[in-house]
């Protein structure tokens, strides 16, 4: 059974830095897509940032560039987020998203979904 689990969320000041982490289980996910998207209270879930099976293409939202850095260990089927300079506005719950994006695989467009970790920014 596959399983995402999320680590490293918590409450930081302004300006501070946090690095989430997600361990992925259950498969071999070399051949998958690790994102990061967010939801806000109060608002609608968003795409932050997403990884290719290498680690070589990545892909980030305008409002968190040059200050987070996606990355993943496929040894470990882990994906982080290295969150600098967090401002109040990034306050979520940080969910972690795995998406099949090997197509001769069997769970070709197949999405998992983690419980999420709460990121909390205090200005």
């Known amino acids: 059974q596959v399983q995402l689990v999320e680590s490293g969320g918590g409450l930081v000041q302004a300006g501070g830095s946090l690095r989430p982490s997600c361990a992925a289980s259950?498969?071999?996910?070399?051949?998958?897509?690790m994102g990061w998207p967010r939801q806000a209270p109060g608002k609608e879930r968003e795409f932050v940032a997403r990884?290719?099976?290498?680690?070589?293409?990545?892909d980030y939202t305008d409002s968190v560039k040059g200050r987070f850095t996606i990355s993943r260990d496929n040894a470990k089927n882990t994906v982080y987020l290295q969150m600098n300079s967090l401002k109040p506005e990034d306050t979520a719950v940080y969910y972690c998203?795995?998406?099949?994006?090997?197509?001769?695989?069997?769970?070709?467009?197949?999405?998992?979904w983690g419980k999420g970790t709460l990121v909390t920014v205090s200005s």
């Open positions: 259950g498969r071999t996910f070399s051949r998958c897509m």
């Open positions: 990884i290719g099976w290498s680690g070589g293409s990545t």
């Open positions: 998203n795995v998406r099949d994006s090997d197509p001769i695989s069997t769970y070709y467009g197949v999405n998992y």
